[in-house]
């Protein structure tokens, strides 16, 4: 085989590449004419001319185009040769000399190939190709016993590999995702747009499941010699076309205008109609020209890259605007949820310093046809207060977009359903009259029409100036015929019924299509009921939509009500949704109505500006005391959680935004406690039970421990931690207040039924310790206040070694209970326990009940208990109707306790 292409040469100045494409002519030889007759192009307005087949062939057209003067500069030849055989060199003639007939000969074709363009493969660059080729051509021989070279033959191989590799790729995803390898359907289905890097380089899979691929365009670069380079390249894997030899391509100029002379008989008139037509004929070249130049300039264009995204805070915090894309949709975003119903936000970016909205086209690229440019034009050359301004496109696939003036605002289809707004009818009739005058412009410019027009279309911009948008552009609309979906019909609402019998009409008949769109929005305006609302009727869109195509009589309109609009604003509703276009008005007419039923617009604009802006005020005021109000109700409910994971005291120093440090504490009393038997219990619960009978247990458990001076640590699983003496300091009231509420929760124990085994008793063991402990808060998400200590591991031993129904106190606790003189106390024995041994106590109850002497006076049988002793009781008799405060004590419930508290 030949010897490979060589690589384009590096981009120094890359150029943009435009091609003014006129139409095709294939020259192909006449079946019934002799080898050697060829048929050209006929007419001045062919230019191209595509050319496939062998190198001979090429060579053979050549001398023919030579021989009938088509070489002269008028035309250009497209050379198909994928692989670049005609510019390999062999025996027939010199690499990159595809017009020598013999090596080293001065081809007489040498001149006419100078408008001859070769079209071939791109060859990638990355070393994964290279690598690649290199196995492929030592495999090749050393197991087929076959030579190969270096050629864009390989490319084949590449692409095949690449090919493979996508199907491994997907299959490896079905099968992770749980699919199966035999559904063909789904593995298709998911190569389907899909990029991915291969051997060859990026590969990138459309709709249709055909591969992308990049070209080069080789010309001749020297004339003289008559070498062929790479003269141009397209983009459509990710670089822009590019150009590095524009003097090889100037058949890209537009051709010579020639103008004919009219020689009079008379020598005077003959001279004044040569200047005549002399200066017409300059006028309309100059304009020909400066058209074509404002064409191929592409002033409206806008790269990808030119598209500032961000955070909100980084730009500017309304950033995203709302363009209704709520009930009914709106074709200017196609923003709009699966059923049609939610706002959301349209995309927006920053384009040269200034917010835009930016509308997705969901089109994989679009063919600068010489339509497309004009209606590109003719958006960046309309100008007016009601429409908005057409700032440019993005054709970089995938990201093709419309660029428009962005609109803060929202829709109008926004303000009518915002109730918090108060719309007067002089602001209602100033925003239907600038939509009057917006279609008015439109229909009298060289777009003609809108198509599209509904609420959403409509936005208001800061200064509450209504404009209309997603109007022209008809190039970059998607089909959506085969939908059938509740946001296509909600869409369809405002849609003409000739437009939904016969889709797409004449300029005339779009127009009347847009006043019938209108009368709808006029009806939505008055009403604020939405679009097509029908009083008593609750019809989907689809529905509706259907009733108005069939159009049988009486034919189906929205609903009018007198009672809350004009009945002249009536009669103009019913004029614009009449069902014969032709009794539609215009808007022109449309204008003149309104302006004569409408008294308060003849205000100056001013003063309507002014009073938009009040009303605006007035509704922004009530909407922000209404929002402070909703702000403090969730802060108070956002206080009262915190206060629940956090002591209060800690819980107000993160308020003030003060750093919460590790706190030592010299004396605090920690409660443990578990149920006996939990696992067994478990074990014979659900789960759901088990949870049930948890929260139903911690439930009473909190609301006891509500009465005591105790912090609540935490519960994990049926244990359950409490500490008193922290992060408020009590001196040595903590040890009582442990012991108080541990009697108290011994007593509601007793009481407690298990919803789902009501005959069964819980038994709780407890354990207290009082010693010193660090606390403090870890972590940042989910943070807790945790203690920390040899005392937390002490009375988690305590509780661990304790029995059913007992209060098993250290002696340390002991020590500091003895001080108060009211709790009765049992010595267990020696205990052996991890890292002590020591002779803890039981915990009886409080001796004032049993009528002890204590703090110097007496409470006898029947006497109310002193308050510091108040909430063990809780689950015993107290006196009716008075809770907690004050308690009898009788000799029988102080038994009762007593043999609670010794089991």
């Not at 929002?627 to 915190?642: D, S, W």
Request: glycine content about 8%.
């Amino acid at each position: 085989m030949s010897q490979a292409l060589p690589h384009p040469p590096a981009l120094s100045s890359p150029q943009p590449l435009t091609v003014p494409l006129g139409l095709l002519c294939p020259i192909a030889p006449r079946e019934s004419s002799p080898p050697h007759t060829w048929v050209g192009c006929p007419g001045v307005g062919w230019h191209l001319v595509y050319l496939c087949g062998p190198p001979e062939m090429l060579q053979q057209i050549m001398q023919l185009a030579q021989r009938e003067n088509l070489t002269n500069g008028d035309y250009v030849f497209f050379y198909l040769d994928v692989f670049g055989e005609s510019l390999r060199g062999d025996s027939s003639h010199d690499p990159f000399k595809p017009w020598q007939q013999s090596p080293g000969q001065d081809s007489v074709l040498r001149e006419a190939f100078q408008m001859v363009l070769v079209i071939t493969y791109y060859e990638p660059q990355n070393p994964e190709y290279q690598h690649f080729q290199t196995q492929l051509i030592l495999r090749a021989k050393q197991k087929f016993g076959v030579q190969l070279n270096y050629s864009l033959m390989n490319l084949v191989a590449g692409c095949f590999y690449d090919g493979m590799l996508l199907y491994a790729m997907v299959l490896n995803e079905t099968l992770r995702e749980g699919g199966s390898k035999k559904n063909a359907t789904h593995i298709i289905e998911k190569m389907r747009d899909r990029k991915f890097q291969g051997v060859t380089g990026l590969v990138s899979m459309d709709s249709n499941n055909d591969r992308d691929t990049d070209f080069n365009l080789w010309a001749m670069s020297d004339p003289e010699s008559g070498q062929y380079e790479v003269g141009a390249g397209t983009g459509i894997l990710g670089l822009p076309p590019w150009i590095t030899h524009p003097a090889s391509l100037m058949w890209m100029t537009p051709p010579a205008i020639k103008v004919g002379v009219l020689v009079p008989t008379s020598l005077a008139l003959g001279t004044g109609l040569t200047f005549v037509m002399f200066g017409i004929s300059s006028f309309l070249i100059f304009r020909s020209l400066m058209l074509e130049k404002e064409l191929a300039s592409m002033l409206w264009r806008i790269r990808w890259d030119e598209l500032q995204f961000g955070s909100p805070e980084r730009y500017h915090k309304a950033a995203g605007s709302r363009l209704t894309l709520s009930l009914r949709g709106s074709s200017y975003g196609s923003l709009m949820t699966t059923h049609g119903k939610y706002q959301i936000f349209a995309n927006t970016g920053h384009f040269k310093g200034n917010v835009v909205a930016i509308k997705h086209i969901n089109k994989k690229r679009i063919e600068l046809t010489r339509q497309v440019l004009f209606e590109l034009k003719h958006m960046r050359d309309i100008q007016f207060n009601h429409l908005t301004r057409f700032i440019g496109a993005c054709i970089d696939p995938p990201n093709i977009c419309i660029i428009t003036e962005y609109c803060p605002r929202g829709s109008l289809q926004d303000v009518l359903e915002n109730e918090s707004i108060n719309l007067d009818w002089m602001f209602r009739y100033s925003l239907i009259n600038d939509i009057v005058k917006g279609m008015a412009f439109l229909h009298n410019s060289i777009i003609g029409h809108h198509g599209s027009l509904k609420s959403s279309n409509c936005v208001v911009d800061s200064r509450f100036v209504l404009k209309i948008t997603d109007y022209g552009l008809a190039s970059f609309r998607s089909p959506c015929d085969g939908e059938d979906t509740h946001a296509l019909y909600a869409k369809k609402l405002w849609t003409a019924p000739e437009l939904l019998q016969k889709g797409r009409l004449p300029t005339p008949g779009m127009q009347k299509a847009d006043v019938y769109s209108f009368g709808i929005i006029v009806q939505e305006v008055a009403l604020r009921n939405g679009p097509f609302y029908i009083e008593g009727m609750d019809l989907s869109p689809k529905e509706i939509v259907q009733k108005v195509r069939n159009s049988q009589k009486p034919f189906f309109r929205p609903s009018i009500d007198i009672g809350v609009h004009s009945e002249e604003l009536a009669v103009l509703m019913e004029r614009c949704w009449a069902q014969e276009p032709a009794e539609r008005p215009d808007f022109s007419q449309i204008k003149i109505f309104i302006r004569r039923f409408n008294k308060e617009g003849s205000t100056s604009i001013l003063d309507n500006l002014l009073s938009r802006m009040e009303q605006y005020a007035n509704n922004l005021e009530k909407l922000v005391e209404e929002r402070t109000q909703a702000y403090l109700e969730e802060k108070r409910k956002a206080e009262n959680l915190l206060y629940q994971i956090l002591p209060h005291s800690v819980a107000e120093q993160l308020k003030r935004g003060e750093t919460v440090r590790a706190e030592a504490f010299d004396s605090v009393t920690i409660y443990f406690s578990d149920i006996v038997g939990f696992t067994a219990l478990s074990a014979e619960s659900t789960p759901m039970q088990v949870v049930t009978l948890l929260n139903d247990l911690y439930t009473c458990f909190d609301a006891i421990i509500d009465n005591f001076d105790v912090y609540k640590v935490e519960t994990i699983g049926d244990a359950y931690m409490v500490v008193s003496g922290l992060p408020v300091r009590n001196g040595k009231l903590h040890a009582r207040e442990i012991v108080r509420m541990a009697l108290a929760l011994l007593e509601a124990v007793k009481t407690f039924k298990i919803r789902h085994r009501p005959n069964d008793q819980l038994h709780l063991r407890i354990g207290i310790h009082t010693g010193p402990v660090c606390a403090g808060v870890v972590g940042l998400k989910m943070p807790r206040y945790c203690l920390f200590g040899d005392t937390v591991n002490t009375a988690s031993r305590m509780e661990s070694n304790g029995q059913a129904l007992k209060i098993h106190v250290s002696s340390t606790t002991k020590e500091v209970l003895d001080e108060f003189g009211c709790f009765e106390l049992e010595l267990r024995g020696d205990v052996e326990m991890k890292v002590m041994s020591w002779g803890p106590w039981w915990a009886a109850s409080p001796s004032c009940c049993r009528g002890r002497h204590m703090m110097g006076g007496c409470v006898g049988a029947g006497n109310p208990c002193p308050p510091w002793c108040w909430g063990w009781h809780l689950g015993s008799s107290t006196r009716s109707g008075e809770g907690l405060n004050a308690p009898l004590c009788t000799p029988g419930q102080g038994e009762d306790a007593d043999v609670l508290a010794a089991g």
